[in-house]
């Protein structure tokens, strides 16, 4: 048995996850890992390099590594791949980039150390297109919610082609690091696609 088996055998039996987290900068990966952790959002830095936090949840480990998107960065993505079980891509649905941050998308996925690997594509930030100035009632607000993140999902989905890549399963979720919404539905879905690529 390789080493690379044996690695791979101890992290299954120890339910161990290795979850990179990838986009570009201020796209608000840190402040979903600072969400994930229930650390205060206060002051989150830009990550220059790379973080790595650990959080238990439902009987696993996932080991976060939360890596700068800086275009100076960007071509040392790939050397992190290496027994990454999952990939998670962040956009920031606000932005005016978010041609750039599907195009930084492909060209990774493209990549062979993409194979067994599965992708949560998270549209972060939808706090600002529903209610930018938080001056809407609460019903108009949810009736706008349901509506608009519909649509941007759909629009997500169909501009990647996330099907025509090597990737063991994905899903796009809209998402606020900022009022939690969708951060839970996206970690419940990173676990069960660890699940199912194991056979757990």
């Not at 891509?89 to 150390?113: H, T």
């Not at 090597?166 to 009022?179: L, M, Q, R």
């Amino acid at each position: 048995m390789g080493l690379l088996s044996i690695i791979r055998k101890h992290k299954l039996k120890s339910k161990i996850l290795r979850v990179l987290i990838l986009g570009l900068d201020n796209a608000g990966k840190t402040t979903i890992t600072h969400r994930l952790l229930n650390k205060s959002l206060d002051k989150v830095n830009p990550t220059m390099g790379f973080n790595i936090e650990t959080i238990s949840h439902n009987g696993f480990t996932l080991d976060l590594w939360d890596i700068g998107g800086q275009k100076s960065l960007r071509t040392f993505w790939n050397n992190y791949f290496d027994q990454t079980d999952i990939l998670i891509w962040v956009i920031d649905a606000s932005s005016d980039r978010l041609g750039e941050s599907w195009l930084e998308l492909e060209r990774l996925s493209n990549g062979e150390w993409v194979k067994g690997v599965s992708v949560l594509i998270w549209i972060n930030k939808v706090d600002l297109l529903i209610d930018p100035e938080g001056t809407q009632s609460t019903s108009k607000v949810q009736q706008f919610n349901k509506d608009k993140l519909q649509q941007t999902r759909a629009d997500v989905i169909e501009h990647l082609q996330l099907e025509k890549f090597k990737y063991n399963h994905w899903e796009v979720i809209c998402c606020s690091a900022y009022n939690g919404m969708g951060i839970k539905e996206g970690l419940e879905w990173v676990l069960n696609a660890y699940k199912k690529d194991n056979d757990l």
